[in-house]
């Protein structure tokens, strides 16, 4: 038992549960519930965005990777940000114009509100799925190791608190969980990377220098290495990053709590600012694990005749070479920081997440499909409150369920499918005139479908988690492919539409457009 | 109100100062795209065709080529964030608030 770890652990719950007590007070409209009235400022988004986006898998995965491979976890936290630029050139502002709650609600804007709505929410919730997965698997594993609580245990708590977030505080509850996240993750993170540059004398050169005689593969950890194999590999899985970013539906609905498109750029700049800054210092604490680990056997389960294997043998494996790295430069009590801010991260994850998914159940196939607009504001966020704890109910029973699955591909899948369904349709509905309701749903159909299959058939997931001899696709990431069928689908489709309702739909788009570039009539979540 | 709103987006959708922004925004926007997409996949083909001089040490200490350039990377997607905020409050916002109010 981590006694550090637990006290500061109940601290943070104690202190998110007061904020979301004080933001049920103040959700009242639906607008304050999926967007926080509108009234999140640039600045604080920013941090929110981070908050939702350095999720403990990149904290831990990354600073893990470079500790098992050095360099390669540079090209992993490069492509995790290189989207952001793209989301703020050419979705932020149209979003933001466009949208009140959802992504759906700036897609189905000139186009057919059943259809597009459908295919928005199955995409949402198939993103919500894979993510949820992989972080509840994840969570109950590093809770278990952290905290010494039964997996079981960690599910139920991380299902009860996310859904406790979501179901009673709405977006702004969940807003507040991530900036305090946030928060406390760059703040434990920087620290760990300066007391490792402290060590080395603020000279990186010399702790490369020292890693490279610390770790196994010595010199080759400071170049590219069994990452990327061939390039049609690289760059689809380069695609899958960057875009998948740009189609993430818990990231874009954070574009809808600021007041106008200038706040949500402020907060795409802010976001990139601190995303970057975190993406720096997991390398320094990866290296900084390698020099400072490596060589000292408590760290490591012993092998034969006493000598440890220098990386798969690192207690608890690779991912937790940050955590273990806490230990040795702050001791117990920063250690169970850590280990508080990584639960912490894992919870304010999954609360985003669970919320994109209820507005997608309530939002868009609940208000928009099933009663087509004939219902009311409260009936509305009664149903996603409800869908909330539907989610976490799922959500728990999947990661028991999955505990023992390898769930790696999960985080890959939910990228791939964002970036071949969720992306290419917004992105055409809100830049491309000749965009037609039929085009967007046989694409992005097209795109999810395609995303799935070539995953499944994937040597990640055909012969490493089915067992079978050999892949039938042979790519592990499949966004090359998904995303260009997305598109070519889109256009063509939408190209050979002749119908009445897709002549309007074109003859829509200059109004659209005039709206997105100016917010004329802007559906302000502020405007109650 | 809404036939209002109708009928000044309608003013805005043909006036001549708001296409020549939209296409200003839209050069701006997709150079910028290109600009990051170029830098990205430029360092990706490095890390696929070029490992070897990706590992080449800078200078005689131990740091590598590659590691710089990944820094690199990251720092351009901050610097080309603020080049499009820059642009777009200095000289997109104002632009559309003078239309705005000229059609109003």
Redesign the interface.
Known sequence: MNVEAIVMFLIFVATTLVITRWAASRVRTASDFYAAGGGITGFQNGLAIAGDYMSAASFLGISGLVFASGFDGLIYSVGWLVGWPIVLFLIAEPLRNLGRYTFADVAAFRLQATPIRTLSAVGTLAVVAFYLIAQMVGAGKLIELLFGLPYFYAEIIVGVLMVTYVATGGMVATTWVQIIKACLLLGGATFMALAVLVYFSFSPDAMFEAATDAHPDGLSILGPGKLVNDPISAVSLGLALMFGTAGLPHILMRFFTVRDAKAARKSVLYATGFIGYFYILTFIIGFGAITLLMGDPSYFTAGDGGVHDRINGLIGGTNMAAVHLSKAVGGSLFLGFISAVAFATILAVVAGLTLAGASAVSHDLYANVFARGRTSETTEVRISKISAVVIGVVAIVLGYVFEKQNVAFMVGLAFAVAASCNFPVLLMSILWRGTTTRGAVAGGFAGLVSAVGMVLLSPAVWVKTFGFETAIFPYDSPALFSMTIAFLGIWLVSKLDRSAAADAERAAYEAQAVRSETGIGVGSAAAH | MAAD??A???R??RDPE?IA??RR?SR???S??AA??A???G???L???A??W??T?VGD????I??PL??G???S??V???L??RR??RDF?PA?QR??ERLT
Do not use: C, H, K
Request: without cysteine; aromatic residues 14%.
């Open positions: 709103t109708a000044l987006i309608e805005i959708r708001f922004l939209g925004r701006l926007a997709w910028l795209s990051m997409a830098i990205y996949f360092f990706i083909l890390v696929a065709f490992p070897g990706l590992a040490p200490g131990a740091t590598t590659g590691i990944g820094i990377v990251i720092l997607a901050f080309l964030t603020g499009y905020v777009a409050n916002d559309i239309i705005i």
